[in-house]
């Protein structure tokens, strides 16, 4: 389903199941937009944070029960209320997004990890409420995934997030490591800047291979989707690791062969179980 926006990973393909669709790309739209205030354009800090702030108060009026006159939000309540979905995970993500605003570094892993639980990690547990398998050992495996695919696209996009004033690798790594921020502007790839990325993309992998096993705790068609999705976390780390790291030459992403190499490895673990009918 078009989402009207670029992204590495699939967003309600057609393996999901037709009944969720709108809600997962209502919850998508939702998290792209407010993404974008803290993101996009020139606005002022200010007017990026009010925005933010109207965000907030939308999400009030939908737990008053009042009916959003914006479509976007409409959409949003109506998948709210057809699968009683928590509206606590949507206003985590707007605190990590009013966070860019007003954040450009991280001093530790906890400290971005922190961040990451409320930028990435309430997709997931929305997901999970919506399947119907919210429980504590699905949503520890969906943190850890939610997680290192926020932190995948962090390496990712190093230099394009330099451009935006922000560093997302965390301040005590660059020191261990030798990295400098002048580095970073420079663009310069060395030996140290190498090692320092090879240790962030085992760290990200070691995220994925502790949640890959809620795929098979899903639905079926929905265990593939998420399946597919570790899968292509898992190649844009290949893909960085394969450029020893480079990613201020090139922005490491998705292609055809890659996406092939996805679908494989998406499919063949769920291939081992027997699919329950759709």
């Known amino acids: 389903m078009s989402v009207g926006h670029y992204e590495n990973f699939p967003v309600a393909s057609a393996l999901l199941p037709r009944r969720y669709r709108r809600a997962v790309v209502a919850i998508y739209r939702y998290a792209r937009a407010a993404d974008d205030i803290a993101d996009e354009g020139d606005a002022s800090p200010q007017a990026r944070l009010a925005a933010l702030a109207d965000y907030a108060r939308q999400l009030d009026a939908i737990e008053r029960g009042d009916m959003p006159g914006d479509p976007l939000f409409a959409a949003l309540a109506a998948a709210l209320r057809e699968h009683r979905l928590p509206l606590t995970p949507l206003r985590d993500l707007l605190s990590a997004f009013a966070q860019d605003v007003t954040v450009t570094r991280y001093p530790d892993f906890d400290a971005l990890a922190d961040y990451c639980r409320r930028s990435a990690n309430p997709v997931g547990r929305l997901l999970l409420a919506l399947y119907d398998r919210d429980d504590e050992a699905n949503r520890a495996a969906s943190d850890a995934i939610c997680t ?131």
């Open 148 to 278: 290192g695919l926020q932190l995948a696209n962090f390496w990712q996009d190093v230099a394009v997030d330099w451009r935006k004033g922000r560093v997302y690798v965390p301040l005590e790594d660059l020191e261990r490591f030798g990295v400098t921020e002048l580095q970073i502007a420079q663009g310069l790839r060395d030996e140290r800047w190498s090692r320092l990325m090879r240790f962030q993309t085992a760290r990200t992998r070691s995220l994925f291979a502790s949640g890959k096993a809620l795929a098979r705790r899903l639905p079926w068609r929905a265990g593939i989707e998420l399946a597919a999705v570790v899968a292509g976390g898992t190649r844009i780390l290949e893909r960085i690791d394969a450029v020893g790291g480079d990613v201020f030459g090139h922005r490491p992403t998705l292609g055809l062969r890659d996406w092939i190499v996805v679908a494989g490895r998406a499919l063949l673990p769920q291939s081992r179980a027997v699919a329950p009918s759709p």
